[in-house]
């Protein structure tokens, strides 16, 4: 099996997070006398860890940063966590993986407590071996960290010096990420980040829906 062990991102691969998340941003802001309401802007928020977008994007000094990440929790736990909704055909897709035989896990930069509760809620849990996310201060929040993170928990090292690890996500820090630790990738078309943003960051393959994750897959497996 050429892919043996699969790492997929949560937010803009298994689950469509934008409205929780821009809620949550958005009322972060006001909070700081920001009224964000471009649409294009609002989806930067979508992938990065969320301090490097509070400093980066919103341009909060890092102490603001750090109170806004607070108020940002604060609605994310309460309301903004089920803002959000499975992609369709995922399920059958990590069933058809699974069956093949596939080990997943899950490598993302949203705080562990949050994503765990998620992917309870949404019944996709059990589909994971392991699900790896940033804590809830973001020591560990940038994307090649919680890869890492995945891969040491799980004892992966080997399977990714033989490249039998890949990574599957929708934006550029998922790839750079993978990057970093040795990874090939697959970028998805579904999530929020384009066919140009992946190929230019190097994306190994591909995916322009949830299907397609194991019909390529799979077919890497037995090439014709």
Request: hydrophobic share 35%.
């Amino acid at each position: 099996m050429k892919y043996e062990h699969l790492l997929f991102d949560l937010d803009g691969t298994l689950t469509e997070s934008a409205p929780g998340i821009i809620n949550s941003i958005q009322y972060a802001l006001k909070s700081f006398g920001i009224s964000e309401t471009d649409p294009e802007r609002l989806k930067l928020y979508i992938g990065p860890p969320l301090m490097t977008s509070l400093t980066q994007i919103a341009g909060l000094p890092e102490d603001d940063a750090r109170k806004a990440m607070k108020i940002y929790h604060d609605y994310y736990s309460e309301k903004g966590l089920f803002e959000n909704s499975v992609y369709d055909g995922i399920p059958e897709t990590l069933q058809k993986l699974k069956a093949a035989g596939k080990k997943l896990y899950i490598a993302t930069s949203k705080p562990e407590l949050f994503m765990r509760r998620i992917i309870e809620k949404f019944g996709i849990a059990d589909f994971f071996d392991f699900a790896g996310g940033s804590d809830i201060e973001e020591t560990r929040a940038e994307k090649w960290q919680v890869i890492q993170y995945v891969v040491k928990s799980c004892s992966l090292e080997g399977a990714v010096a033989d490249g039998r690890v890949l990574m599957i996500g929708d934006r550029k820090h998922d790839i750079e990420g993978a990057r970093k630790n040795n990874i090939p990738t697959m970028g998805v078309l579904f999530g929020y980040g384009t066919r140009e943003e992946l190929t230019e960051y190097g994306a190994s393959l591909i995916a322009q829906t949830p299907e397609d994750i194991a019909r390529i897959i799979l077919s890497e497996d037995n090439p014709s």
